[in-house]
């Protein structure tokens, strides 16, 4: 078996959203998916990019994705690299295709001179937990995630 992991490509696209469509599934909110190819090539690979993606291919075949961003972190003076989606395929799992993932993105953010490597779980998904402690992760669990998005969002932008 050989993993290889690469920066994505524009022609990735199609490949990414299936992806982005089985995370979905997978995390039992597969009506949320409001994403589409065109969004994908705009988004990460159009001029304005702020995303970045990777495909993780075993023996050429894409087995699985990540999509990561920077953020700065204010106390440190750093940026931190932030995973927004590790998704490998079902009948992948298990092969190190995740870990190969988050080792590619660990070495970056060291090559980036980042103070941090964060990302969330839902806190029912067991499997994720166990392998992101397996890697020497540590939850942070005093933080709670604040979201404004839609109709919320545009409220409170434009109240007078």
Same mark, same amino acid.
């Given at each position: 078996?050989?993993? %290889?992991?690469?920066?994505?490509?524009? #022609?990735? &696209?199609?490949?990414?959203?299936? +992806?982005?469509?089985?995370? &979905?599934?997978?995390?039992?909110?597969?009506?949320a998916? !409001?994403? #589409?190819?065109?969004?994908?090539?705009?988004?990460? +690979?159009?001029?304005?990019?702020?995303?970045?993606?990777?495909?993780?291919?075993? %023996?050429?075949? &894409?087995i699985?994705?990540?999509v990561?961003? +920077?953020?700065?972190?204010?106390?440190?003076?750093k940026?931190?690299?932030? !995973?927004?989606?590790?998704?490998?395929?079902?009948?992948?799992?298990?092969n190190?295709?995740?870990?190969?993932?988050?080792?590619?993105?660990?070495?970056?953010?060291?090559?980036?001179?980042?103070?941090?490597?964060?990302?969330?779980? !839902?806190?029912?998904? %067991?499997?994720?937990i166990?392998f992101?402690?397996?890697?020497? &992760?540590?939850? %942070?669990?005093?933080?709670?995630?604040?979201?404004? #998005?839609?109709?919320? !969002?545009h409220?409170?932008? +434009?109240? #007078?």
């Amino acid at each position: 078996m050989t993993l %290889q992991i690469r920066v994505a490509e524009q #022609s990735d &696209a199609a490949t990414i959203l299936h +992806f982005i469509n089985e995370l &979905a599934i997978y995390e039992k909110e597969p009506e949320a998916v !409001l994403n #589409s190819i065109a969004d994908i090539e705009e988004k990460l +690979f159009g001029e304005d990019v702020r995303a970045h993606a990777l495909i993780c291919e075993e %023996q050429g075949e &894409a087995i699985g994705f990540a999509v990561y961003f +920077f953020n700065y972190s204010t106390w440190l003076g750093k940026y931190g690299l932030y !995973l927004e989606d590790l998704y490998v395929a079902q009948n992948k799992r298990g092969n190190g295709a995740g870990k190969a993932i988050m080792k590619y993105l660990a070495r970056l953010a060291i090559e980036k001179d980042c103070g941090r490597f964060e990302w969330v779980v !839902l806190d029912w998904n %067991q499997p994720a937990i166990d392998f992101y402690h397996s890697i020497g &992760a540590k939850q %942070q669990n005093e933080w709670i995630i604040n979201r404004l #998005s839609g109709e919320e !969002l545009h409220a409170f932008a +434009f109240e #007078s």
